[in-house]
T-cell receptor, first 113, second 114 residues
Framework: NAGVMQNPRHLVRRRGQEARLRCSPM?????VYWYRQLPEEGLKFMVY????????ESGMPKERFSAEFPKEGPSILRIQQVVRGDSAAYFC???????????FGPGTRLLVL | AQSVTQLDSQVPVFEEAPVELRCNYS??????LFWYVQYPNQGLQLLLK??????LVKGINGFEAEFNKSQTSFHLRKPSVHISDTAEYFC????????????FGTGTRLKVLA
């Protein structure tokens, strides 16, 4: 029973490049959540998606960040024109229904040079 | 609005000694409470959760936590720690209805010394 999968685990980008982070939820889960963990801080909610729908993106920066969860395939968090301040660990979580416990993936650690 | 406070950023403790990691929350609604553990360069693993019922919750790896509504606390305890418990521990809260956002504390780094 595979858990939440994220790839890549580590990603290095230069300023101005694009970063694409992928998340495959647990089997049977159709709710996906993205969180960001800055150094020495707790996780902060970014966005909540269901299949083909963004339910809540109130935690996402207004510019350069976007997320999707297509009918087929993983959820993608996309960061365009990355800056050094985007360096962080990005965690994906999934749940079977909205009110249930969220299970977290191993995270993608993004380093912007 | 909800918030979580983990007052201790680091807790050193000797192996086989007991430990308590503190978590306090504020919320105007009833909440669900969680403790997660994060080993270096890994994701978050659920240790235990309080949804309802008994205020003493037992989790994995010998950890337990007690929900205290009057003190708005959910402290994590283990009677005897092992070196392998060295990790970062996060307390999190979410509202019991109409919200899916987890609010996390800043974490407590537990370092178990030999």
């Amino acid at each position: 029973n595979a858990g939440v999968m994220q790839n890549p685990r580590h990603l290095v980008r230069r300023r101005g490049q694009e970063a694409r982070l992928r998340c495959s939820p647990m089997k049977g889960h159709s709710h996906v959540y993205w969180y960001r963990q800055l150094p020495e801080e707790g996780l902060k909610f970014m966005v909540y998606l269901q299949k083909e729908n963004i339910i809540d993106e109130s935690g996402m920066p207004k510019e350069r960040f976007s997320a999707e969860f297509p009918k087929e395939g993983p959820s993608i968090l996309r960061i365009q024109q990355v800056v050094r301040g985007d360096s962080a660990a990005y965690f994906c979580a999934s749940s079977s229904i909205e009110i249930e416990t969220q299970y977290f993936g191993p995270g993608t650690r993004l380093l912007v040079l | 609005a909800q918030s979580v406070t983990q007052l201790d950023s680091q807790v050193p403790v000797f192996e086989e000694a007991p430990v308590e990691l503190r978590c306090n929350y504020s919320s105007s609604v009833s909440v669900y409470l969680f403790w997660y553990v994060q080993y270096p360069n890994q994701g978050l693993q659920l240790l235990l959760k309080y949804l309802s019922g008994s205020t003493l919750v037992k989790g994995i790896n010998g950890f337990e936590a007690e929900f205290n509504k009057s003190q708005t606390s959910f402290h994590l305890r283990k009677p005897s720690v092992h070196i392998s418990d060295t990790a970062e521990y996060f307390c999190a809260v979410r509202g019991d209805s109409g919200t899916y956002k987890y609010i996390f504390g800043t974490g407590t780094r537990l370092k178990v010394l030999a």
